[in-house]
């Protein structure tokens, strides 16, 4: 049941999406790239209110009242949780706020990315699989199968560059993953202040991720590496918009400070 309704209403729509973009375009990385950007303009919104929540609870912490509260229950944790919570509704803070459209989007991420391993059929057994989502009144059909070369690479496999006279491949797309996810995840970040809890999360977060990112851009289809490094991009461009980009986590040296 749960699966029927994940494929109806997550899979079919963006693989269809994807599919009649290409069958537009006829280029297939182009498909990727558009259609990500889709996504991410239509997921603008949840970007948003998860920045104005995150904002409220800096805001919050960097209160007089709340440093007050901390230095006052420091020995008692439990008292101190209770008096977080009274001052969360007294500031109007809610503290899901940050993270509940990160969790929206998460399927969403999950269902894109299904909708391109789908897209990349190849074997007749996977292009049997990949009829079954397209919508009966939709003409991709005819587009299909997929022609997954573009430039060096076959976005069906995981991409290497080979140069003549060198016998391995250079992961390109899998460096470009793991700068890009750097780049997106010190940007986003807000500044930690001295003691800030999760200030040591966030670091180790901003460490592991790129390098997590970058293995799945070495191991899996190349166009899914070229999701992920739209998907930075275009990330990056939205906080830099919005004046949230925290060019100081990049440039500390230079002294930027974080506009907005």
Not at 71 to 98: A, H, I
Not at 233 to 252: E, F
Request: proline share 6%.
């Amino acid at each position: 049941m749960i699966g029927n309704i994940w494929e109806t209403l997550i899979i079919m729509p963006m693989l269809n999406s994807l599919l009649w973009i290409y069958s537009s375009l006829g280029n297939f990385a182009i498909a990727i790239i558009l259609f990500t950007i889709l996504v991410r303009l239509i997921t603008h919104p949840l970007t948003v209110r998860q920045l104005k929540g995150a904002q409220a609870m800096q805001e919050m912490q960097k209160s007089k009242k709340w440093q007050d509260l901390q230095k006052k229950y420091k020995n008692d944790k439990q008292k101190l949780q209770q008096e977080q919570m009274k001052l969360y509704q007294e500031m109007g803070v809610n503290p899901l706020s940050s993270c509940l459209p990160t969790l929206i989007q998460f399927p969403i991420i999950i269902g894109l990315y299904q909708a391109i391993i789908r897209a990349l059929a190849v074997t007749p057994l996977q292009m049997t699989g990949l009829f079954y989502y397209i919508y009966p009144f939709s003409n991709v059909s005819s587009a299909l199968p997929i022609d997954s070369r573009f430039l060096w690479m076959d976005l069906s496999l995981p991409e290497r560059l080979f140069i003549p006279g060198i016998n391995f491949g250079f992961p390109i797309l899998a460096v470009l993953v793991l700068v890009t996810t750097y780049f997106q995840s010190r940007l986003i970040s807000p500044p930690a202040q001295p003691g800030e809890q999760g200030a040591q999360m966030t670091q180790m977060m901003n460490l592991y991720m790129p390098l997590f990112m970058g293995y799945l851009a070495y191991s899996f289809a190349a166009g899914l590496a070229l999701y992920f490094i739209t998907s930075n991009l275009v990330t990056i461009l939205q906080y830099a918009l919005m004046g949230r980009a925290n060019w100081s986590n990049l440039l500390p040296s230079l002294g930027l400070k974080r506009e907005g």
